[in-house]
Structures are given as structure tokens and as C-alpha cells.
């Protein structure tokens, strides 16, 4: 039995304009990883948002814990991401925005 019940559809604007943007001229191909990965959680608890630790997500997508954390610093200041905490050592909750300006 396959692990996987379904797929997530992509935008293209995922894949042709924010995948050159984060890699190419960023030079930020783990930002790329971590917001893909964010983007299928997101798509899948239905826009809720994402209680991930960067431990969580470098599991997740195989990247170091600095890689994540350097990502995540750099997504929030593209404002592709928002990211919360009820308090300092709680479970981050990260929520993806539509599209950065």
C-alpha cells in the first residue's frame, strides 16, 4: 500500500517564478526546500497553521537545523511566511502567505 493517500497540486508560479527567485538569484536553495515544505503542510491541514519546530522540518526535509533556521529567518523577511509562539520555548506555528511583494 502506497504511503502516500494523495498529491498536492503545485502552483506554477511556485515552480517558475518564486523556485529562480529563492535559488538562482538568492542564492537560498534550502529556503526553496523549507517553504515547499511548509506549502504541502499547509495545503494538506486546509491554510491551518504549521506547528513545526526546526528540528521538525530539518527531519522533514534533510537539511541541518542551522540551514532551516538561516531559511526560515530569510522566508519571514520575504514575508512568505509568518511565523508565531504563545511563548519563547513553545512549538513555533508557521503560516505561508499568499504571495510576496
Known amino acids: 500500500m502506497p504511503r502516500f493517500k494523495g ?3 503545485i502552483d506554477d508560479y511556485v515552480l517558475d517564478v518564486l523556485m529562480r527567485d529563492l535559488i538562482a538569484h538568492d542564492q537560498k ?7 515547499l515544505h511548509l506549502y504541502s503542510q499547509a495545503v494538506r491541514r486546509h491554510g491551518k497553521p504549521i ?4 528540528r521538525t522540518i530539518a527531519d522533514a526535509t534533510g537539511l541541518s537545523k542551522s540551514a532551516v ?3 526560515l529567518g530569510h522566508l519571514r523577511r520575504r514575508q512568505l511566511i509568518a511565523t508565531s509562539a504563545d511563548h519563547a520555548t513553545a512549538t513555533p506555528r508557521h503560516r505561508v ?3 510576496w511583494r
Open 7 to 9: 498529491t498536492i497540486p
Open 29 to 35: 536553495p534550502a529556503a526553496y526546500l523549507v517553504y
Open 51 to 54: 506547528p513545526a519546530s526546526v
Open 69 to 71: 533556521h538561516t531559511a
Open 97 to 99: 502567505l499568499r504571495h
